[in-house]
């Protein structure tokens, strides 16, 4: 079973960046495309970033778009999730995991998701 460890998280001023990282166990790393995904307070966990396993193509949710970068190295078994000129709203629990696509929508790959790292932006 994966056991992804998230880290990085923090308290910051808004306008601040920081730098997540996810470590992921297992030897599928380099074979699996994965996701930073975030949850606010009472609201549903979303899907804000992903990248590719092969082609290292990425993705952002609107909300992310143009502030935050997610690369990975497959050789550390690590994803990460640079976010900058970060903004109150941006503040929840950051979590990464794997994905799996259907029909273009992508869901989590693995049913065990790690502690989160906790991000607050104030303002």
Same mark, same amino acid.
């Given at each position: 079973q994966v056991q992804l460890v998230e880290s990085g998280g923090g308290f910051v001023q808004a306008g601040g960046s920081l730098r997540l990282s996810c470590v992921a166990s297992g030897s599928i790393f380099s074979m699996t495309t994965m996701g930073w995904y975030r949850q606010a307070p009472g609201k549903q966990r979303d899907l804000v970033a992903r990248i590719? @396993?092969?082609? @290292?193509?990425?993705?952002?949710?609107d909300s992310v778009k143009g502030r935050f970068t997610i690369s990975r190295d497959n050789a550390k078994n690590t994803?990460? $999730?640079?976010?900058?000129? $970060?903004?109150a709203e941006d503040t929840?629990? +950051?979590?990464?995991? *794997?994905?799996?696509?259907? &029909?273009?929508? +992508?869901?989590?790959?693995?049913?065990?998701? *790690? !502690? &989160?790292? !906790?991000?607050?932006?104030?303002?």
């Open positions: 590719n @396993s092969i082609s @290292s193509r990425t993705n952002y949710a994803v990460y $999730l640079q976010m900058n000129s $970060l903004k929840a629990v +950051y979590y990464c995991n *794997g994905l799996r696509s259907t &029909g273009g929508i +992508y869901y989590p790959l693995f049913d065990s998701w *790690g !502690q &989160g790292t !906790q991000v607050t932006v104030t303002s």
